[in-house]
């Protein structure tokens, strides 16, 4: 799971630590990574203010097939980079959780495969912008990703960031958070 709530500071971290042990504790194997969030939501709806809330990318990998099932909960989509160089985004989902009362959240699955790299992000990354104006953006990520496929998932996850930020003049405007799941053999 990755996720990001909006704002700063103790109030955002009480709510993404909140969030992590409702998510932690319906992750069971008879929910649905679609139950979870819909669970999750139902946890923070209501609780709170109008215009606070938290996006979600949340994934389930069965490695003896590596089916990956997933739900975007309003978050940045994955980028599925394929060993063959093609990219998926993984935005199956709903919205953003804590903004709505039970909300339909629609699952995705994919079957993962030797080479393939699965790409998550936090906004911090995506929005990162020049000077110029332009915004780092998925095409980004893609381009640091397809240049870095020899790299490892820490290497790579490393070279993602800084590559950010050096695009946004030396510094991101927001926190960044990447994670990398590279496959080796399926």
Do not use: C
Request: proline share 3%; no cysteine.
């Amino acid at each position: 799971m990755i996720a990001d709530a909006i704002g700063n500071g103790m109030p955002a971290a009480l709510l993404a630590s909140n969030l992590q042990a409702t998510v932690r504790t319906l992750s069971t194997k008879a929910n649905t990574p679609a139950d979870v969030m819909a669970g999750a939501n139902d946890s923070v709806y209501g609780r709170l203010e109008h215009g606070r809330f938290v996006s979600v990318f949340y994934l389930r990998l069965n490695g003896e097939g590596n089916i990956l099932r997933y739900v975007n909960a309003g978050h940045p989509a994955g980028l599925l980079i394929r060993a063959n160089g093609s990219v998926q985004k993984l935005d199956e989902g709903g919205p953003v959780l804590g903004e709505f009362a039970s909300p339909l959240f629609l699952e995705g699955e994919v079957k993962l495969g030797a080479g393939d790299r699965l790409v998550l992000y936090t906004d911090g990354v995506s929005e990162a912008w020049s000077k110029s104006g332009e915004e780092f953006g998925e095409a980004g990520i893609v381009r640091i990703a397809k240049d870095s496929a020899h790299l490892g998932s820490e290497d790579f996850s490393r070279r993602l960031v800084e590559e950010a930020k050096r695009h946004g003049g030396g510094r991101l405007k927001d926190d960044a958070t990447v994670i990398v799941l590279s496959v080796r053999g399926a």
